[in-house]
């Protein structure tokens, strides 16, 4: 059965640095989000992506976050300069309709 | 925008016991209505969904969930837990445009043995 993957599973980094988290979205999806959850709250949206372009973001989604599907498999979450508030489990999602397939996510620990 | 409310953070129950975990929305368009289920470190996995049609919605592992428009209800249901449902169970909303996910802060279930 087809699935969302993940790399890595966890992410350990320093103030101020940049990270890439990579998913691997299901191949025949058209649909794409992030999200994040802080350990111990609720899942939140950050992004959805659809036809190489943001559909959505949220607040949280500032100018210190980018997403890229740089070559068609790939879908991308680039945080330029992270802070401790970063910290949290990432999951990238996809769908082709209502229902969205979630990866296992990525750790993100920032020091 | 939509909203969901998880009323139980936390629900102990006996083993072969049955259980509702409870969800209420609020959306002024009409809404997808989903629950996942989080097992200690993993990841989102869909138990059941509802779209449109029949109220009442069967899931995975032995789940049910009833979609209640005049309440705006969403409440999971099973007859009878087992230890392995010891799990996260979030309540999520979204509108038929393959819109985000709006998730409710989560119900942990506990099982007794």
């Known amino acids: 059965e087809p699935e969302v993957t993940q790399t890595p599973s966890h992410q350990v980094t320093q103030m101020g640095q940049e990270v890439i988290l990579r998913c691997v979205p299901i191949s025949n999806h058209l649909y794409f989000y992030w999200y994040r959850q802080i350990l111990g709250q609720k899942v939140e949206f950050l992004v959805s992506f659809y036809n190489n372009e943001i559909s959505e973001k949220s607040e949280i989604f500032d100018d210190q976050f980018s997403v890229e599907r740089p070559d068609g498999s790939n879908f991308t979450l680039k945080i330029r300069s992270t802070k401790l508030e970063d910290s949290a489990m990432y999951f990238c999602?996809?769908?082709?309709?209502?229902?969205?397939?979630f990866g296992p996510g990525t750790r993100l620990t920032v020091l | 925008a939509q909203s969901v409310t998880q009323l139980d953070s936390q629900v102990p129950v006996f083993e072969e016991a049955p259980v509702e975990l409870r969800c209420n929305y609020s959306s002024s368009v009409s809404v997808y209505l989903f629950w996942y289920v989080q097992y200690p470190n993993q990841g989102l996995q869909l138990l059941l969904k509802y779209l449109s049609g029949s109220t009442l919605v069967k899931g995975i592992n032995g789940f049910e969930a009833e979609f209640n428009k005049s309440q705006t209800s969403f409440h999971l249901r099973k007859p009878s837990v087992h230890i392995s449902d010891t799990a996260e169970y979030f309540c999520?909303?979204?509108?038929?445009?393959?819109?985000?996910?709006?998730f409710g802060t989560g119900t942990r279930l506990t099982i007794i043995p």
């Open positions: 999602a996809s769908s082709l309709g209502s229902e969205q397939f």
């Open positions: 999520a909303v979204s509108t038929p445009r393959y819109e985000k996910l709006t």
